[in-house]
Every structure is written in C-alpha cells, then in structure tokens.
C-alpha cells in the first residue's frame, strides 16, 4: 500500500463495495443481511444512496418497486459494521487488493464488488451544446437550458429518448431516430404506433403540478464530495416533477433515418447557436441537442495496472457468480456485462430492475463465499422481464403497466419466429413472440392481466401450435384455461 497514505483498512476478511447506486447498495443490503457482523465499507462518489422501497414481487421473475434518494445514514443506522465513505475511488490495485479514492484514502479488501453504472454515451463530449442526461444534476442543467430554449434536437431511440419526447413541453422537438419504429430499443412499430397517439393526447396536470424533482439532491452532507460525473443513473420516474417547460409551441417532427451520421457545427452569424446534420440530408438549427444514445459502463478507474477483460459494450466481463476476471473482484450492474452463458429467454438490459438483481445476487456470492456455500445461478436470469411505463400511459388512460417479457422483440431470434398482435386503440396492446410453436416473449401495454399466463407459458416452454391465433382471443380467458 501507498506508504504516503493512509490506510483506512486492511484488515483481513473486508468487503468493499463501489458505488451507491442501486446495485451496490442492494449488494451491501443483501451481504449484510446474512453475514451482520461483515467488516462491509461502501465507497460512493454522490452524496446520497439509493435505496429501493415498495418492492413487490408480482409473478415468478417480474418485480416493481420505487426507488428513493436517502442519506447514506440510513443504511450505516440500519447495520453497523457498514462504513459509508463518500469519495470517488481513483485507482485499484488488484494485486494488492486495495482501492485507492480521491481524498488519498486507501481500503484494503478481501473481496471487492465494483457497482460505479454507466453514463451517457454522448455524440460529442465537452460541448456545451450536447447534453446527455444520467442523473439529478444533468437532468436539472438539462431543464435550465429548456426554459430558453426555442428548439432541440432530441438523438436516439431507447427509453430515455421516448420519455424526454413526452415530458417535454412547449418547445419544438426535433426527434432524430435511427430506426423504423420509434422507441426501437422497447418496442416494435405496432407497439411504438400504438403509443405515438399519446403524444398528441393532453398531458395530465400531474407533471406540471409538481415542482420539485423527485430525485432532488438537497445541500450536499457535510464532508461529502460532490462529483457531478460519479451521480447515480436516474431510473424510472426519473422525468417526474421535473418540469421539462421550453418556450415555444409544441412541434413533433420525427425524422426517419436508416443510419445517421451526426455532425454538429457552431456557425457563426446563423440565427441558431448549433446545426446538426443527419444523413437523410436534413440540417437543423436549434438550441442545443440532447444525446439519448445509450450508455457506457464506468470502468476507467479500475482499469489502469490491472487486466480486466472487457466486453465489446466496455463493461466489466463477470461469470456466473458476478466475479469479473480479476481475482476477488465482483461486478454488478450498469458497469458490468454478464457474460455467462444466458438462458434462451434472458437478455442483459442496463435497467433499473437488473441493478437490482445483479447487486443482490452478487451479495449473495460473497456471502456464500463467506459461509462457503454452494451457490446456483438465480432464478431470475432464466427470464428477462421488466415492468415499465412510457408517456405516462399510466395516469393518462388509466393503464398501468407496460410489461416486456423474454425475447420480446424477437431478440436474436433472426426471421425465425412469428408474432400474435392483438390491439384495442386506446386501450390495451398485446404482443406475443412464438418460435417453434413455443412462446418466447411477449409485450403487454395496458391493464392486460395477461403477464403471469405468459410468463408460465414462456417459462415452461409448452407447444402452442394446436392453439394459434386464438391464444389471443379477447372471449376466451386464457388465464383459467391454463391454470
Ligand atoms: P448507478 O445507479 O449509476 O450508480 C452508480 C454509483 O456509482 C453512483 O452512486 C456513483 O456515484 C458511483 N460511482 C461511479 N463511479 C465511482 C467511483 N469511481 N468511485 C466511487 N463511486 C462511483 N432504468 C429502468 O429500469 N427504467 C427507467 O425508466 C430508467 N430510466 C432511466 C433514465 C435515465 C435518464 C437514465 C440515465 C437511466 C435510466 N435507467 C432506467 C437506467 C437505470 O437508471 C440504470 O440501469 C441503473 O441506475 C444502474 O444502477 P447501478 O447501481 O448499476 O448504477
């Protein structure tokens, strides 16, 4: 260890766990609660943790719960052998097993579990004009320079891009896609046509009601640092109470594009500060442009001096005990990418609920090293599933899930696979994915009560074939047919 800093702790059987996040804080939850007296610090570079709340478990692998912004004293009051230190960890030394942060501390471990998520993959870096948004802080810069602004451009497809299309109100959008169907990433064109009325429909008040964001991050505690590019990944409701106003009328243009090549200049003596170019030919001029375009895993600071493999995403290879390839160094969450060999019906999707299940489930292999137990890949990598909402679909029509289930967009399926598409417009989409007669994913929007049939059905693998189009017949409850 560094003989020119201090040495916080070296004491044999430590755990270290990076990152406050949702994976890191279920980690530390989940290895405290079967091993109390556990020696556990848990370094974070932002002044709060997160902390997931109402968790409920609503059928064999789908769960919803919220998440909340807390004092990171709720979890040292919660079990006492936790230290919480808040610095950015700057350097590891896997041979030495330590962790060196910001502040010159250096952390010894036993075992070390690196939960530091991902941040926005942005089309530019360093330009004031291109924003991407990860966290309370980006999300608030973001709505500070949405109440002057005339025009953005909003790049990308996922979920974030979708949301930040219907929040935002009162300034022309300029929405560039890469794909066909809008919100590629979730959905297919039916589902995406489906959803794109809404755009148009009346924003309930609720948005505008609220004034303070709901992952607000008050005064910063005493002591704690604050490194605006360490924040925690904002995650579902993300967009709530922040109210996203510009202040001009509202315009959609979708652009459609097959690939886009984005080039952005700042033109001198033009009426607008920046002009993106997409390769369909068109160049607009707006204020500035937000890059929606996915994320990439937090991994620099561990890098240096050690040998890691990577994946092609940039995160952290892990197996299936979330152990990455450096000895007695877990991985959970955005920053890692599972590279286990997956069940046909899962897919690593960097969400909140995978967080989640990654940081509990990699406590739970610390712990069993701990306790030297056996332990199997859980349950819950057999299934992808997520429970979602897009455009408030929830308070707008009274519909409240949106439920994505197994390969639910044909995933690696190639041409091999049909699709079973039921739709009540306004009112409940159903989307079924079947491969040799099996189904293998299935895309629920609206009040359906169709996710736990499905889920059986895809879990348990049962030919269909003798059933076809009437799996989705609206008079015959499916429910009790299988039960
Ligand atoms: P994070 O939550 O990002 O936490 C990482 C933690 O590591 C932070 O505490 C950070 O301070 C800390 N850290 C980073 N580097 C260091 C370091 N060097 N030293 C010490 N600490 C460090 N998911 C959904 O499921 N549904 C959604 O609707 C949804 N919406 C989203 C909207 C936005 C705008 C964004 C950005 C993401 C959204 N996500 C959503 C994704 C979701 O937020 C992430 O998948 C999830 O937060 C990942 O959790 P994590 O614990 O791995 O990482």
């Not at 004092?71 to 700057?90: D, G, M, N, Q, R």
């Not at 939960?115 to 810069?141: E, F, W």
């Not at 984005?262 to 500060?273: D, E, F, K, T, V």
């Amino acid at each position: 260890l560094c003989s020119d800093t201090k040495t916080a702790s070296t004491a044999s059987g430590t755990f270290v766990i990076v990152g406050g996040g949702i994976a890191g804080v279920t980690c530390v939850e989940q290895l405290l609660s079967q091993i109390p007296s556990a020696d556990v610090a848990l370094i974070t570079a932002s002044p709060h943790i997160k902390a997931v709340t109402n968790y409920k478990q609503v059928s064999k692998t789908l769960e919803k719960f919220d998440v909340e912004e807390r004092p990171s004293s709720v979890l040292e009051e919660k079990f006492p052998s936790l230290t919480v230190i808040h610095s950015a960890v700057k350097s590891l030394h896997t041979q030495a097993h330590s962790v060196e942060t910001a502040d010159g501390l250096v952390f010894g471990y036993e075992k070390l579990c690196i939960c530091s998520g991902s941040r926005p993959k942005l089309l530019i870096y360093d330009n004031p004009y291109v924003l991407g948004i990860r966290d309370t802080d980006s999300a608030q810069a973001f709505q500070k320079c949405l109440s002057k602004a005339k025009r953005i451009v909003i790049v990308g497809n996922g979920g974030i891009a979708l949301e930040l299309v219907y929040e935002v109100e009162g300034c022309e959008v300029i929405w560039a896609v890469k794909d066909k169907a809008i919100g590629n990433t979730f959905f297919d064109a039916g589902a995406a046509e489906f959803l794109i009325p809404s755009l148009e429909a009346d924003k309930t008040e609720s948005t505008a009601s609220c004034k303070r964001p709901r992952y607000t991050t008050e005064e910063p505690a005493p002591g704690a640092s604050q490194t605006a590019e360490f924040g925690s990944a904002l995650g579902p409701d993300w967009h709530e109470g922040i109210v996203f106003r510009g202040a001009e009328q509202v315009r959609w243009e979708i652009c459609e594009s097959p690939t886009l090549h984005l080039r952005l200049s700042s033109l001198s003596g033009q009426s607008w500060p920046v002009y993106i170019q997409l390769t369909n030919g068109k160049t607009f001029g707006c204020d500035f442009v937000v890059s929606a375009t996915g994320v990439v895993p937090n991994t620099e600071p561990f890098l240096h001096g050690n040998n890691f493999e990577l994946a092609d995403d940039g995160g952290l290879q892990v197996d299936d005990h979330m152990m990455t390839t450096e000895p007695d160094v877990y991985a959970a969450g955005d920053v890692c990418t599972a590279c286990w060999e997956h069940s046909p019906l899962w897919q690593q999707m960097r969400l909140w609920t995978q967080a989640r299940q990654m940081g509990w489930y990699a406590g739970r292999c610390m712990a069993a090293y701990v306790l030297s137990e056996p332990i199997e890949l859980d349950f819950c990598f057999e299934l992808f599933s997520h429970i979602t909402k897009f455009f408030n679909y929830k308070v707008m029509l009274n519909i409240y899930y949106v439920v994505l289930l197994g390969k639910f967009n044909g995933q690696g399926l190639g041409p091999n696979h049909e699709l079973l598409v039921r739709c009540t417009k306004g009112q409940e989409y159903v989307k079924v994915v079947l491969s040799g007669g099996k189904m293998v994913g299935a895309v629920l929007i609206g009040e359906t009560d169709l996710e736990e049939t499905f889920e059986n059905l895809i879990l348990n693998q049962m030919d269909l074939t003798m059933y076809g189009e009437e799996l989705l017949n609206p008079n015959i409850d499916i429910e009790d047919y299988f039960d």
